[in-house]
């Protein structure tokens, strides 16, 4: 057991070294490549003008997202009317959807309760 916390020791340095000597490059490269998006000069004002225009525009973009949403829904109708002629893959997806949201849902009740599973407090 000692060796193999030696030799995790040892990795876990050579991945810190690694990060230390190529950080700093790949972190100015990452600037380089993007700086197109960085408004200068960065002030606080800018940054709520931004924040603001962010916002309204997601707002904006609401009624569209509404539509999208309903003729979602009416294809699911639809679907649903004429479920004899569904394929095998089309449920296979839909259970699969079914299954990831009640995983989610679980795990969130999970983190919820401070990641006990009864809920109590040992």
């Known amino acids: 057991m000692a060796s193999k916390l030696v030799q995790l020791q040892s990795k876990a340095t050579v ?9 700093c490059v790949y972190y100015k ?6 700086k197109h998006y960085i408004q200068e000069p960065a002030t606080v004002e800018k940054c709520n003008e931004l924040s603001k225009r962010l916002l309204y ?3 904006a973009s609401i009624p569209g997202r509404y539509e999208s ?8 109708k ?5 479920r004899n002629e569904l394929k095998v893959e089309e449920v296979g ?3 699969l959807f079914a ?3 009640y995983a989610w849902a679980c795990c969130g009740e999970i983190v919820g309760r401070g990641f ?7």
Not at 29 to 34: I, K, M, P, R, V
């Open 69 to 76: 949403f309903w003729k979602e829904v009416d294809l699911l």
């Open 93 to 95: 997806v839909g259970v």
């Open 15 to 23: 991945a810190s070294q690694f990060v230390m000597k190529h950080a």
């Open 116 to 122: 006990t599973i009864t809920g109590y407090d040992v």
């Open 78 to 82: 639809q679907k649903l009317k004429n």
């Open 57 to 59: 525009t997601r707002l």
């Open 99 to 101: 299954l990831e949201c």
């Open 29 to 34: 490269q990452l600037l380089e490549q993007n």
